[in-house]
């Protein structure tokens, strides 16, 4: 089977390393199957694919195409920051004809059995740049219904399309309301239980990544682990941070957000001047850093004690909370959306009031007063990952997927 992977862009989020693990996981249960990948930026994803056997081409999406979004249509969006959303759809409009044309001619040379996007952008253009001869797969790991220029794009498109793979229940649900009568199956993201698993961390290190002074042994080390992208809750956490420094200014605990902004969507993320300055207005300088993007986010989990998950809107799934868990580490989780699927509060996670700062306060400080509690938690954690979400039945959910809408396509 050849199938042809579609990514926009080369860097490494969440997404990216789910469709890595689902490649990797496609060629372990089908060792003959011929892996393309196509991006449209250059970044570490290109290595990462290669190291999996799947053949890369780059293909150079136009700078207007690539930043267009409608990150600055959604509700609460200044009419100012949708005006502009309007006035760069012409020059997007012509980009994305010629884009095709390139698109079309790749797959040309292709000759996929299967195409299968990996991100909204590639989701529409596929649909179009494709023949009736190539079956076209989109795997959909956000809320539609939140993104409504994106909802009506795609409706358009989504005839010419077989279907689509859905990464919780919720993000079904939503893909139906969205799309209607639409051909949609549910699969769980997965990880690498072996790389993301229990061992010594090394806080110190942390610490010097973090530029934060020396602090004492036992300091308690809980982290945001996440893009830059605005709906994370890096404020909230930040917030909350300082609500807890203030109740309790003598206790050893320090707080991190490890991320960066890796996509291009004119709008959608934080800088880390903003956050620097956010962790500056509330009196944090000493006691939350910032740390960069991580090649192996492994080392991250458990160099931490605690891992914060603090998405704002609801999470479609919620990668890293399953990492953290892998790992063996306690989590605390914003409660919406996918994320309320991947965990049994009180068992293996603590959830939260999404979006509610004192409620994140809160449980911070019990974690941080309870270490048999923590201990708790992340045996369990551990359990339910390699339970619920080792990659091992990833490629096999995946290939029967394929064959149930190549049998939809003919």
């Given at each position: 089977m050849k199938i042809v992977y579609l990514n926009p862009v080369g860097a490494l989020g969440g997404a990216e390393r789910s469709l890595l693990d689902m490649m990797a996981s496609v060629r372990q249960a089908m060792p003959g199957a011929d892996l393309s990948l196509i991006v449209a930026t250059p970044g570490p994803l290109i290595e990462e694919a290669e190291k999996i056997g799947a053949r890369v081409r780059v293909l150079p999406m136009p700078a207007n195409l690539?930043?267009?979004?409608?990150?600055?249509?959604?509700?609460?969006?200044?009419?100012?920051?949708?005006?502009?959303?309007?006035?760069?759809?012409?020059?997007?409009?012509?980009a994305t004809w010629g884009y095709l044309r390139k698109l079309r001619g790749t797959f040309a040379d292709l000759r996929p059995d299967l195409i299968h996007s990996n991100g909204i952008k590639f989701h529409f253009l596929a649909g179009l740049a494709a023949r009736r001869t190539w079956p076209v797969i989109w795997h959909i790991r956000d809320f539609l219904s939140l993104r409504p220029l994106v909802s009506r794009l795609l409706r358009w498109t989504a005839r010419r399309t077989q279907g689509g793979i859905a990464i919780s229940r919720a993000v079904e649900r939503d893909v139906r309301s969205a799309l209607g009568p639409f051909p949609v199956e549910m699969i769980y993201n997965a990880v690498d239980t072996q790389l993301f698993s229990p061992g010594l961390g090394d806080g110190k290190e942390l610490d010097e990544l973090a530029s934060l002074p020396p602090t004492e042994?036992?300091?308690?080390?809980?982290?945001?682990?996440?893009?830059?992208?605005?709906?994370?809750?890096?404020?909230?956490?930040?917030?909350?941070?300082?609500?807890?420094?203030?109740?309790?200014?003598?206790?050893?605990?320090?707080?991190?957000?490890?991320?960066?902004?890796?996509?291009?969507?004119?709008?959608?993320?934080?800088?880390?001047?903003?956050?620097?300055?956010?962790?500056?207005?509330?009196?944090?300088?000493?006691?939350l850093g910032l740390i960069s993007f991580q090649q192996n986010p492994a080392d991250i989990y458990r160099a931490l004690d605690v891992v914060v998950h603090a998405s704002t809107q609801p999470e479609p799934f919620g990668r890293t909370i399953v990492e953290a868990m892998a790992c063996g580490k306690p989590v605390i989780v914003a409660e919406a959306g996918g994320a309320k699927e991947l965990f049994t509060p009180e068992h293996d996670a603590v959830g939260f009031p999404s979006g509610n700062v004192s409620a994140l306060a809160g449980r911070i400080k019990r974690l941080a007063e309870a270490p048999s509690f923590r201990t708790h938690l992340a045996a369990n954690a551990r359990q339910t990952a390699v339970a619920r979400f080792d990659r091992a039945r990833f490629g096999p959910q995946i290939l029967a997927a394929y064959r149930r809408f190549l049998q939809l396509s003919r």
């Open positions: 690539v930043k267009v979004g409608d990150s600055g249509w959604r509700s609460g969006i200044s009419p100012k920051s949708k005006l502009r959303v309007l006035e760069s759809l012409p020059s997007a409009g012509l042994h036992d300091t308690l080390r809980i982290g945001l682990v996440a893009t830059f992208a605005r709906w994370k809750g890096h404020e909230l956490f930040i917030q909350a941070a300082s609500q807890f420094v203030r109740a309790f200014p003598d206790s050893r605990v320090r707080f991190y957000i490890i991320g960066g902004p890796i996509y291009s969507t004119a709008g959608s993320q934080y800088s880390e001047s903003e956050l620097r300055t956010k962790i500056g207005e509330l009196g944090l300088a000493n006691k």
